[in-house]
């Protein structure tokens, strides 16, 4: 299970829609190539939203699946890619004058990474942590810069 957490001077309702705003995804993940449009019906839980990434020198899509999301508190999703599934969820909590914003994830190797994992582990528990923490580093400064 990997966690990063940060504060963010803005209100909920703005993290929230900022996130979820796929014209906004970019700015925060930056190894999204093309964020696919929301379904018909918008952003529920059951919805399947789509992305093409690059990352490492490879570009591939991904399919996520909401699966649980409370409006200005929470949202989680499955993601299947080429060589991980994984179950990310981001909390968004009123903090004193600011917003704390936690996320936590798992993830399950698949296809070559899955035989290499016990090798690699230590170094992609390590890739993976920084990516988390960079990624809410990059959402509060997109967020600012966005006010």
């Known amino acids: 299970m990997y966690k990063a957490a940060i504060e963010i001077a803005?209100?909920?309702?703005k993290i929230f829609e900022f996130?979820?705003?796929p014209k906004h995804l970019q700015s925060?993940?930056?190894?999204?190539?093309e964020a696919k449009p929301l379904p018909p019906g918008g952003l529920q839980v059951g919805a399947h939203v789509g992305a093409t990434v690059q990352e490492y020198g490879?570009?591939?899509d991904v399919d996520l699946l909401v699966a649980s999301m409370k409006r200005n508190e929470h949202i989680a999703y499955r993601m299947?890619?080429?060589t991980a599934s994984a179950y990310v969820e981001?909390?968004?909590v009123p903090w004193g004058p600011k917003t704390l914003v936690v996320s936590t994830g798992a993830?399950?190797?698949k296809g070559f990474l899955r035989s290499l994992y016990p090798l690699l582990q230590g170094l992609i528990q390590r890739m993976v942590q920084r990516k988390m923490q960079s990624?809410?580093?990059l959402l509060r400064a997109s967020l600012e810069s966005h006010a």
């Open 10 to 13: 803005a209100p909920p309702s």
């Open 19 to 21: 996130m979820t705003d």
């Open 28 to 33: 925060w993940q930056p190894d999204v190539v």
């Open 58 to 60: 490879r570009k591939f």
């Open 80 to 82: 299947e890619a080429p």
């Open 90 to 92: 981001y909390q968004i």
């Open 107 to 109: 993830m399950r190797p």
């Open 135 to 137: 990624r809410l580093i």
